[in-house]
Nanobody, 121 residues
Framework: QVQLVESGGGLVQPGGSLELSCAAS????????MGWYRQAPGKQRELVAT???????SYQDSVKGRFTISGDNAKNTVYLQMNSLKPEDTAVYFC???????????????WGQGTQVTVSS
C-alpha cells in the first residue's frame, strides 16, 4: 500500500506564508512526479505545481513568483512554500504522486487526503 500524508495547512492572514509537506510511504519502487493540486468550494480541482525527480518544476500562472515547489528524493517528500498568500488561494490542497511499485511496472497516480488552507483576515 502507498500512502501520501500531507501536513502544514491552516489559517493565515493575507500576505502571510505557509509551507505544506507531503511524504509518500509504502512499497514504492520509483517516483516520477510529485505535485500539488487544490480545490476551492464549488470549483474543480486544479493543478498548482509539480516537480519531477530530476528537479524540473511547473506552476499554475496565478501562483508563479509566490509559490515554490521542491522535492527531497531521499525522503519521497514534496514541499510547497506559499508566500504572499491571497484569499483566492483558499482551498483544500491535495498532494499527488505518479509512481511505480516495481521495476518496469506501469506508473499509477496516488492522492493524499487533502489539507485545508484558509487565507482570511
Amino acid at each position: 500500500q502507498v500512502q501520501l500524508v500531507e501536513s502544514g495547512g491552516g489559517l493565515v492572514q493575507p500576505g502571510g506564508s505557509l509551507e505544506l509537506s507531503c511524504a509518500a510511504s509504502g512499497s514504492i519502487f520509483s517516483i516520477n512526479v510529485m505535485g500539488w493540486y487544490r480545490q476551492a468550494p464549488g470549483k474543480q480541482r486544479e493543478l498548482v505545481a509539480t516537480v519531477t525527480t530530476g528537479g524540473s518544476t511547473s506552476y499554475q500562472d496565478s501562483v508563479k513568483g509566490r509559490f515554490t515547489i521542491s522535492g527531497d528524493n531521499a525522503k519521497n517528500t514534496v514541499y510547497l512554500q506559499m508566500n504572499s498568500l491571497k484569499p483566492e488561494d483558499t482551498a483544500v490542497y491535495f498532494c499527488n504522486a505518479i509512481l511505480s511499485l516495481r521495476r518496469g511496472g506501469l506508473p499509477y497516480v496516488y492522492w493524499g487526503q487533502g489539507t485545508q488552507v484558509t487565507v482570511s483576515s
